[in-house]
Structure formats: structure tokens, C-alpha cells
């Protein structure tokens, strides 16, 4: 890999400048009069309006939530993705009737003012759905300022200052053995980081396990239920008695090397996600993910005042505000938001910048359940950013890179991006048709005596 200069090949728009006479965007229900939409276009290219956003549902595989927003140059269109697994339809409404009538007429350049005036201006702000429906319209915008000024999106951010995004993927099985081989061949495949989870004794499929199925295909892409949910159950005593010994298992076997992961998922409670991150410490994990639920931030702290182990966090937060208090008391070591629920491009990109004050580095969270766009963003800003930290990524099936081509690339370990202009993702409407929704929900827990779990 090598850093490539980039000829932007800005595409000739002063040559449509006259036909174009597209007069000053009016903003429907946009900002108020005299606000910047109405100045003159910046670098002489003339003026542009959105004329439609499309909402495109489709389940090649499994359901994904997909953004395409037209403007008045015939041909150019972004796409950006809004899916939100197991409320999918929540997004595409709230898109459709609520958020696709205010961006109708708007100039599709002003990308932060848009991101601010759906994010502040509904009042009821915020929140997984809005977030993602938020996302959805950012990533589409940002695929259009690339495609418009012939760049990838990583040259708009400021340009590469790495040559690959270091990545990792998921291993699991039912044993000991079975996690060790996962591991193994994901090795051979290139990978450096390797994230692990096994089947706890007693427990049926415990998150991240998915048992009977071999983890390469599966890796990243946590199964989607048709029907109703299943229930898993969940205790946290074998838990924890079991995740020490696989990574002293895996030591022993794979040597020091290969770097570990391994995602709690929320599950734990605060004493016992210390417990467990200071007997992983001989182990030394890349870093552990997500030990506790979202809500509470101060619980960090007992974490870190008795373990050495890394910690990651973020694929819950849904604002930058959310990062603030783990960030600025340098209470996590990898901010893992999710692209996808935070806004998208415009609001990660400020996360990282907070992150970086405080020598936090960024882990975007990317499982099977988003969409090619936002795997494409991840990387895009995981290229341009200082403090770039890991990248979780997932191979997609055929069938959803028939309906949704284009994304990063990956090779001996690192995710790429091309030097298309934008995200460089595409959707395919007519295949899109093919597959249409289907109900689906993840998996719910229990505790052995009833009790509602975190999944
Ligand atoms: C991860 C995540 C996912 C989530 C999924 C839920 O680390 O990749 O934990 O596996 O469970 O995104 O929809
Ligand atoms: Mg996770």
C-alpha cells in the first residue's frame, strides 16, 4: 500500500453555469430568510438543489435502510444508508413523512447546516430513530460534495494520513478449539486483530457465539430473527468464569502476536466488568468492547481504577454528547460509536476530534446490520484522522453486494477506500425491488430466574 496522489478532475460545471439557470436554492422549510442558503455558490460552480429523497427498504439478506437523495444536476445523486437493525421501518418512516418534505429545495452542499437544522430544529432531538434517519440524509450529502468535486470523501476530510485502516473480525465457536481455529483462519486471510467469543457452559447461545455456524460466514453479522424474538439466556457468573481461560487458551496456542478482542456487549455489571478486565490483564487484549450499558458513564471509573486492560465504548451513543463525559476524563482508550446512529459523517468527525484531545482513538462500530455506505464513511475518515485506532469490519454476501455495490476494500489486514469520487457506494434500485422487507427482530436474554437481561 502506498499513499496515491489524488487528481482531483474537478468536473467542468462552469460549462453548465448558463444552461443550469437555476436562480438561488429556495430552502422549503429550511432556514430563516437571509440565512447563507441564498449567497452566491462558492468556488463558481453553479447552484444546486435536492429534487427528491428517496427511502429504499430491501433485504438482500437481511434488511437495510437506504437513502438516495436527487438534485437539479441531472446525474448526480448521493446515497447514504439508515438502517437501525430490528426497527428499520421506524427510520424509513420518519424519513419518508417527517424529514424528506424539509429537504426538498435545499442546496445539498451545506451539509453541517442541514445537520444542524434537523438535528436542533424538530425540538424532540436526538434518539436511535432520528439519529439514524439524521445519517442517512449526512452520508448521502457527503456523496454528493465528493462526487461534485471529483473527490473520495477521505480528500474533502483532509487527506490520508494513513495507508490503510487496521481492522479487525470475529471468530467464535461452541470451544475452546473451535474459537482457537476460527482464529487461525481468519489469520490466514490476513487478519491481525481478531475479536473472540465462546459458547459459556450452560448458557445457550450467548451473544456472539452463533452456534453452529462457521464463523467466517457469519463474522460481523449477528442473526436477524424472522418471526418473533428468540430469548437467550444469560448469567453472569460462568461468564465470567469462562472468558479468562479462552484468552489463556489462546495465548498458550496462538502466541503474543496475533492482537485479541472480545465485545461484552453491555452485558455486565460495573464491579463485574473490573473483575473481568483486570483478569484479562496477563492476556493482553487490543482492547475489550462496550463492558457496560450505556446509561452509565460514571461506572467507567471503577473499570479503570482496577485494570490496565483497554477499554472500548460507543455502539449505543447516539450523540457527541454521549462521548463527552468518557472522553474528557479519559475513561476509554477507543471511542466505538456507530456511524450509522450518530448522524453520521459530521457528527463522527467531531467525536474523533474530541476524542483526539484527550489520546483517545476511534474504533467505528461496523457490524453486518449497516449498510456499505456507512462501512465506506468508517473508512473514509479512518484514513484522514490522526487518531485512528481499529476498524471493525465484515465481508457482505453476494447478494447484498449485487444490491448494494461498491465499499471499502480489504487486504493483509487493512480496509481501503478507492479514490472514486464520495463514499464510493451505489445502490441498485431495480435489484433493491427484488428483495423486499421482512420483519425481523435480534435476539432478547433472560437471566435463569426470568428476568430481563441485556442482550
Ligand atoms: C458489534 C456489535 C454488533 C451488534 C449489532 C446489533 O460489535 O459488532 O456488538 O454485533 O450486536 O450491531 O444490531
Ligand atoms: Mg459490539
Not at 21 to 32: D, E, N
Not at 349 to 357: D, F, G, I, N, T
Request: with cysteine.
Amino acid at each position: 500500500m502506498s499513499f496515491r496522489s489524488h487528481q482531483p478532475g474537478r468536473r467542468n460545471f462552469l460549462k453548465l453555469a448558463g444552461a443550469a439557470a437555476l436562480g438561488a436554492p429556495g430552502v422549503a422549510g429550511g432556514p430563516a430568510r437571509g440565512a447563507s442558503s441564498a449567497d452566491p455558490p462558492a468556488g463558481g460552480l453553479p447552484p444546486l438543489k435536492i429534487t427528491e429523497v428517496r427511502v429504499i427498504v430491501t433485504c438482500p439478506d437481511r434488511n437495510y435502510v437506504l437513502v438516495k437523495i436527487l438534485t437539479s444536476e441531472p446525474g448526480l445523486y448521493g446515497v447514504g444508508d439508515a438502517t437501525l437493525n430490528g426497527r428499520e421501518l421506524s427510520v424509513a418512516t420518519t424519513l419518508e413523512k417527517h424529514i424528506a418534505p424539509l429537504l426538498t429545495g435545499r442546496d445539498p452542499e451545506q451539509i453541517e447546516d442541514t445537520w444542524q437544522y434537523l438535528y436542533r430544529g424538530p425540538y424532540w432531538r436526538g434518539g436511535p430513530v432520528q439519529m439514524t434517519a439524521l445519517a442517512g440524509v449526512d452520508l448521502a450529502l457527503w456523496d454528493i460534495k465528493g462526487k461534485r468535486a471529483g473527490m473520495p470523501v477521505y480528500q474533502l476530510l483532509g487527506g490520508r494520513t494513513r495507508v490503510g485502516a487496521l481492522a479487525y473480525t470475529h471468530a467464535s465457536g461452541e470451544t475452546f478449539q473451535e474459537v482457537e481455529d476460527a482464529i487461525r483462519r481468519a489469520m490466514e486471510r490476513g487478519f491481525k486483530c481478531v475479536r473472540a467469543q465462546v459458547a459459556i457452559p450452560g448458557l445457550q447461545d450467548t451473544y456472539g457465539t452463533a452456534a453452529k455456524k462457521s464463523s467466517e460466514e457469519i463474522a460481523g453479522r449477528v442473526p436477524q430473527q424472522a418471526g418473533l424474538p428468540e430469548t437467550e439466556l444469560f448469567e453472569p457468573s460462568p461468564y465470567l468464569r469462562t472468558v479468562p481461560k479462552l484468552f489463556a487458551h489462546l495465548r498458550a496456542k496462538l502466541g503474543d502476536e496475533v492482537e485479541l478482542l472480545h465485545d461484552v456487549h453491555e452485558k455486565l455489571e460495573p464491579v463485574y466488568a473490573a473483575r473481568l478486565a483486570k483478569e484479562l490483564e496477563p492476556y493482553h487484549l487490543f482492547f475489550l468492547e462496550d463492558p457496560l450499558r450505556p446509561e452509565y458513564k460514571e461506572s467507567f471509573r471503577l473499570i479503570r481504577e482496577h485494570s490496565t486492560t483497554p477499554i472500548a465504548m460507543g455502539e449505543l451513543f447516539n450523540t457527541l454528547w454521549d462521548c463527552v463525559p468518557l472522553i474528557k476524563e479519559q475513561l476509554i482508550d477507543y471511542i466505538r460509536c456507530d456511524m450509522d446512529h450518530i448522524g453520521g459523517l459530521t457528527n463522527a468527525r467531531k467525536v474523533a476530534a474530541l476524542a483526539e484531545a484527550f489520546q483517545v482513538r476511534t474504533a467505528w462500530h461496523g457490524p453486518g446490520d449497516i449498510a456499505p455506505p456507512t462501512h465506506a464513511a468508517n473508512v473514509h475518515l479512518d484514513v484522514s484522522i490522526p487518531n485512528f485506532g481499529i476498524q471493525e469490519m465484515v465481508f457482505f454476501p453476494d447478494v447484498a453486494r449485487e444490491v448494494l455495490p461498491g465499499g471499502p476494500t480489504f487486504k493483509d489486514g487493512y480496509m481501503n477506500v478507492t479514490d472514486s469520487p464520495g463514499l464510493g457506494t451505489d445502490i441498485n434500485e431495480e435489484v433493491a425491488k427484488k428483495y423486499p422487507y421482512k420483519r425481523a427482530y435480534l435476539p432478547t436474554a433472560r437471566r435463569k430466574d426470568g428476568s430481563v437481561q441485556d442482550w
